[in-house]
T-cell receptor, first 116, second 109 residues
Framework: DTAVSQTPKYLVTQMGNDKSIKCEQNLGHDTMYWYKQDSKKFLKIMFS???????INETVPNRFSPNSPDNAHLNLHINSLELGDSAVYFC???????????????FGPGTRLTVL | GQNIDQPTEMTATEGAIVQINCTYQTSGFNGLFWYQQHAGEAPTFLSY??LDGLEEKGRFSSFLSRSKGYSYLLLKELQMKDSASYLCAVLDSNYQLIWGAGTKLIIKP
C-alpha cells in the first residue's frame, strides 16, 4: 500500500493558469509538508500542516495556497502559474512529537510541474 | 543563519568505499538524518543520529560529532545502484528539518 501518494505525477500547463496538486497519506501522521525541488535539486520547504493548522509558511509567493481538509490530506493550489514555478513538488508526512526520531519524513513520489 | 554544507558531487568505483561529509551550523540540534534520492524519485530515509559515534546498518554507516557540527555517511562495497543523491538534514531546536543541497554520487564500473 502506498504510504504517501500525490496526483498528478506530471503536470504540463501554460503560464497564467491555475492548478492543484493533491496529496494523501495513510500513515496516521500528524504533520504534512510541501517541498519544492528545483533544477539544482535543492529541497526547499514551502508549507507544513499539523492538525489542520499551518505551522510553517516559508517565503513563498501568495499565489501558492495549501489546503488541508483533514489530517490525511494536504493539497497545494497554485494561481497564475509562472515559468519559475517549474519544478518537482514533493509532499511528505511525519509523526512528530514524542521522540525526535519520529520527525523522519516520508515522501510522496513527487509531481513534476512544467510551465510553458 | 542556518547552514548545511555537503560536497556537490563525488565519484567512486564499484566495490570501493566512499565517505560523504556534512557540516552544519543550526540553531539547536535534535538529530541528523541522511536520505537517499535516486534520479526522478522521492528521498528515502537512510539513517538518524542524535548521539556522537558511528551507527552501522549493513553496507551503510553514519557518524556524528556534535561538538564539531559534523557528520559523514560511509558506503561500503559500492554497487551501481548506489548512484544517487545523498541528502543531509538537521532537526533544529524548533523541530524544523533543515536540508542540505545534497551530494550527487556517481559510481563507475
Amino acid at each position: 500500500d502506498t504510504a504517501v501518494s500525490q496526483t498528478p505525477k506530471y503536470l504540463v500547463t501554460q503560464m497564467g493558469n491555475d492548478k492543484s496538486i493533491k496529496c494523501e497519506q495513510n500513515l496516521g501522521h500528524d504533520t504534512m509538508y510541501w517541498y519544492k525541488q528545483d533544477s539544482k535539486k535543492f529541497l526547499k520547504i514551502m508549507f507544513s500542516y499539523n492538525n489542520k493548522e499551518l505551522i510553517i509558511n516559508e517565503t513563498v509567493p501568495n499565489r501558492f495556497s495549501p489546503n488541508s481538509p483533514d489530517n490525511a490530506h494536504l493539497n497545494l493550489h497554485i494561481n497564475s502559474l509562472e515559468l519559475g514555478d517549474s519544478a518537482v513538488y514533493f509532499c511528505a508526512s511525519s509523526q512528530d512529537f514524542e521522540a525526535p526520531r519520529l520527525y523522519e519524513q516520508f515522501f510522496g513520489p513527487g509531481t513534476r510541474l512544467t510551465v510553458l | 543563519g542556518q547552514n548545511i554544507d555537503q560536497p556537490t558531487e563525488m565519484t567512486a568505483t564499484e566495490g570501493a568505499i566512499v565517505q560523504i561529509n556534512c557540516t552544519y551550523q543550526t540553531s539547536g540540534f535534535n538529530g541528523l538524518f541522511w536520505y537517499q534520492q535516486h534520479a526522478g524519485e522521492a528521498p528515502t530515509f537512510l539513517s538518524y543520529n542524535v548521539l556522537d559515534g558511528l551507527e552501522e546498518k549493513g553496507r551503510f554507516s553514519s557518524f556524528l560529532s556534535r561538538s564539531k557540527g559534523y557528520s559523514y555517511l560511509l558506503l561500503k562495497e559500492l554497487q551501481m545502484k548506489d548512484s544517487a543523491s545523498y541528502l543531509c538534514a538537521v532537526l533544529d531546536s524548533n523541530y524544523q528539518l533543515i536540508w542540505g543541497a545534497g551530494t550527487k554520487l556517481i559510481i563507475k564500473p
